[in-house]
């Protein structure tokens, strides 16, 4: 008897009517973002932007952009359209298919902000910052600053744009992070550089004050940065706010020969992997400075397990103000052990995470900015920052089970976002459908039980 086998060849295709979407994940995170309340945050301070009934609400507008930057299929606002004529899509964001934004609806509602509009964004990030604070109670809050280059060479009519010291021409926004979050931003062109204006004193000194009044009036705070902030009214506006800090700075012909006249057991060393510095720690005053500062000058002895020759050992300087005579016995053991210069050196050293939530935030978004006009551009990047502060929060509190925290946006979207799922009403119940395969794999029962006991933002 001869074995019959099953036909699984394809024969034809046909349309259906069935409500269905390839980005069934997406239904997780609004579930998510509406349990924390961030919609009526965004109204209470965006809700005026509508002018009219026949608009589409700021809350139905702010979701389908959060949406968009996460789904990642496409960067550009035409891509709308598209979206507008998907019900599977639609549906999955918790949104009615006639209040699905056309790209022209989206373009009217991010030109109507106004540049100081767009500044509430930052009180946004600054409230989220908050939030995720009283949630991880750290001892000590480590918070990084540096500037993010958004390379638009191809696009230098946008007003702007500007050259950047990576020798294109772009924005340079200025950006704290703390951990994997965009914590505050302040959106400029491409000519601003690291220590522009008072820019850097003015963030800091808010941030500042405002973690000390809704998070720990005691709170201990840690700033790092690069020799481009490394500027004297800078150390004593930190000082002034009782603040630690480690920054680089520039190596002088000074500070060489102090180097040089230090006995060669005057130095330590520092290892971590395959990893190894050389440290010297010594105070010096540069010359346009009124006091002594603490300098650890550092330098690599061996790069991925090799042995580095003396001439080929890049020099770094780092200035901080953690010292053993300004770090208190009441202060964090977190704090006290910095005083030790290798763990300063580990410290600075580590602000490459920093640099990690850069290329991240440029994976969950982009760079390329559509609009001539400044507002508008401004308006969109800081709608970045929030959408992928949320997505952070979202990993953190929900997809933890699943994803590592780690995981860029690419990657989240491809195992979790990009899921085939059925939406189904009946008897007045909408019902979304996954297959049973990835239903045990992500775990979403949990998942979806975990959105609805997400801890909100407190308004």
Same mark, same amino acid.
């Given at each position: 008897?001869?074995?019959?086998?099953?036909?699984?060849?394809?024969?034809?295709?046909?349309?259906?009517?069935?409500?269905?979407?390839?980005?069934?994940?997406?239904?997780?995170?609004?579930?998510?973002?509406?349990?924390?309340?961030?919609?009526?945050?965004?109204?209470?301070?965006?809700?005026?932007?509508?002018?009219?009934?026949?608009?589409?609400?700021?809350?139905?507008?702010?979701?389908?952009?959060?949406?968009?930057?996460?789904?990642?299929?496409?960067?550009?606002?035409?891509?709308?359209?598209?979206?507008?004529?998907?019900?599977?899509?639609?549906?999955?964001?918790?949104?009615?298919?006639?209040?699905?934004?056309?790209?022209?609806?989206?373009?009217?509602?991010?030109?109507?902000?106004?540049?100081?509009?767009?500044?509430?964004?930052?009180?946004?990030?600054?409230?989220?910052?908050?939030?995720?604070?009283?949630?991880?109670?750290?001892?000590?809050?480590?918070?990084?600053?540096?500037?993010?280059?958004?390379?638009?060479?191809? +696009?230098? @009519?946008?007003?702007?744009? =500007?050259?950047?010291?990576?020798?294109? /021409?772009? %924005?340079?926004?200025?950006?704290? &992070? !703390?951990?994997?979050?965009?914590?505050?931003?302040?959106?400029?062109?491409?000519?601003?550089?690291?220590?522009?204006?008072?820019?850097?004193?003015?963030?800091?000194?808010?941030?500042?004050?405002?973690?000390?009044?809704?998070?720990?009036?005691?709170?201990?705070?840690?700033?790092?940065?690069?020799?481009?902030?490394?500027?004297?009214?800078?150390?004593?506006?930190?000082?002034?706010?009782?603040?630690?800090?480690?920054?680089?700075?520039?190596?002088?012909?000074?500070?060489?020969?102090?180097?040089?006249?230090?006995?060669?057991? +005057?130095? @330590?060393?520092?290892?971590? =992997?395959?990893?190894?510095?050389?440290? /010297?720690? %010594?105070?010096?005053?540069?010359? &346009? !400075?009124?006091?002594?500062?603490?300098?650890?000058?550092?330098?690599?002895?061996?790069?991925?397990?090799?042995?580095?020759?003396?001439?080929?050992?890049?020099?770094?300087?780092?200035?901080?103000?953690?010292?053993?005579?300004?770090?208190?016995?009441?202060?964090?053991?977190?704090?006290?052990?910095?005083?030790?210069?290798?763990?300063?050196?580990?410290?600075?050293?580590?602000?490459?995470?920093?640099?990690?939530?850069?290329?991240?935030?440029?994976?969950?978004?982009?760079?390329?900015?559509?609009?001539?006009?400044?507002?508008?551009?401004?308006?969109?990047?800081?709608?970045?920052?929030?959408?992928?502060?949320?997505?952070?929060?979202?990993?953190?509190?929900?997809?933890?089970?699943?994803?590592?925290?780690?995981?860029?946006?690419?990657?989240?979207?491809?195992?979790?976002?990009?899921?085939?799922?059925?939406?189904?009403?009946?008897?007045?119940?909408?019902?979304?459908?996954?297959?049973?395969?990835?239903?045990?794999?992500?775990?979403?029962?949990?998942?979806?039980?975990?959105?609805?006991?997400?801890?909100?933002?407190?308004?």
């Amino acid at each position: 008897m001869k074995n019959v086998s099953r036909k699984t060849g394809i024969d034809k295709i046909e349309e259906t009517d069935d409500n269905i979407t390839g980005r069934g994940g997406l239904a997780f995170f609004v579930r998510y973002l509406t349990n924390i309340g961030i919609f009526s945050l965004l109204i209470g301070h965006f809700g005026d932007l509508r002018k009219s009934r026949k608009g589409l609400p700021v809350e139905d507008l702010f979701r389908q952009i959060f949406c968009w930057f996460l789904d990642g299929t496409s960067r550009h606002i035409s891509w709308f359209d598209e979206l507008a004529k998907d019900a599977g899509y639609a549906g999955t964001i918790e949104q009615s298919p006639d209040k699905m934004a056309s790209s022209h609806a989206i373009k009217r509602f991010l030109r109507s902000f106004g540049i100081f509009k767009t500044w509430i964004f930052r009180k946004i990030l600054k409230k989220m910052f908050i939030w995720r604070l009283r949630i991880a109670n750290p001892a000590v809050i480590y918070i990084d600053i540096d500037t993010m280059v958004m390379n638009n060479d191809d +696009a230098a @009519g946008r007003e702007g744009v =500007g050259p950047t010291y990576k020798n294109t /021409a772009g %924005f340079q926004p200025l950006q704290l &992070t !703390w951990g994997r979050f965009v914590i505050d931003a302040v959106f400029r062109g491409g000519k601003c550089h690291s220590n522009h204006g008072k820019t850097v004193i003015k963030i800091i000194t808010e941030l500042v004050n405002l973690v000390r009044k809704e998070y720990r009036e005691d709170a201990v705070i840690v700033l790092t940065g690069d020799s481009g902030f490394s500027d004297q009214k800078n150390f004593e506006a930190f000082e002034k706010l009782g603040i630690c800090y480690a920054f680089g700075g520039r190596i002088t012909k000074d500070i060489g020969k102090v180097v040089t006249s230090l006995a060669e057991n +005057a130095f @330590g060393e520092f290892e971590k =992997g395959k990893q190894r510095w050389r440290f /010297a720690d %010594f105070g010096f005053i540069y010359g &346009t !400075w009124n006091m002594f500062r603490r300098l650890i000058f550092c330098q690599p002895v061996y790069k991925d397990g090799q042995m580095l020759l003396p001439f080929d050992r890049a020099e770094t300087v780092i200035i901080t103000n953690i010292r053993s005579d300004t770090v208190g016995d009441d202060m964090p053991e977190e704090l006290t052990r910095l005083t030790d210069p290798a763990n300063i050196v580990a410290l600075y050293h580590s602000r490459g995470a920093a640099e990690l939530v850069f290329r991240s935030l440029k994976d969950f978004g982009f760079e390329q900015m559509p609009f001539r006009k400044f507002p508008p551009n401004a308006a969109l990047y800081y709608m970045m920052p929030v959408a992928f502060f949320l997505f952070e929060a979202f990993k953190e509190d929900i997809l933890a089970p699943v994803i590592p925290l780690e995981s860029y946006a690419g990657t989240v979207r491809r195992k979790f976002i990009d899921i085939a799922a059925k939406i189904v009403s009946h008897a007045g119940r909408i019902t979304l459908k996954l297959t049973s395969a990835v239903f045990r794999r992500l775990k979403l029962r949990k998942i979806w039980e975990a959105c609805h006991r997400a801890v909100p933002l407190i308004c």
